[in-house]
Nanobody, 124 residues
Framework: QVQLVESGGGSVQVGGSLRLSCAAS????????MAWFRQAPGKEREGVAA????????HYADSVKGRFTISQDKAKNTAYLQMNSLKPEDSAIYYC?????????????????WGQGTQVTVSS
């Protein structure tokens, strides 16, 4: 089993920044991939970014490239999503997710462990 606890959401104005954190615990082999997804009202959940915790390899959605950065602190078993230059369309509930294996791309791989989500609201 893997447990994921997100924090760091909130409200920010356009152009602002937020950093989300995801503290992970449990079976380390089931969280070799850590990812962030988001879901806005009336829209499907979409992958935002992912990191392979073994070598730090990353994936990003085109919509966030250059603005968001996923990272990790192995000692703290925590993944982060630094979000800069936020736009209103970034407003959503952000979920941390984890899976085992090496196929971390959140756009093609199924993630099996999920956090409770944290709200991000960007206002103009």
């Amino acid at each position: 089993q893997v447990q994921l606890v997100e924090s760091g959401g909130g409200s920010v104005q356009v152009g602002g920044s937020l950093r989300l954190s995801c503290a992970a615990s449990g079976d380390i082999y089931r969280r070799s991939c850590m990812a962030w997804f988001r879901q806005a009202p009336g829209k499907e959940r979409e992958g935002v970014a992912a990191i392979y915790t073994v070598d730090g390899g990353t994936h990003y959605a085109d919509s966030v490239k250059g603005r968001f950065t996923i990272s990790q602190d192995k000692a703290k078993n925590t993944a982060y999503l630094q979000m800069n230059s936020l736009k209103p369309e970034d407003s959503a509930i952000y979920y941390c997710a984890a899976r085992g294996g090496i196929r971390c791309n959140p756009f093609i791989s199924n993630y099996t462990n999920w956090g409770q989500g944290t709200q991000v609201t960007v206002s103009s």
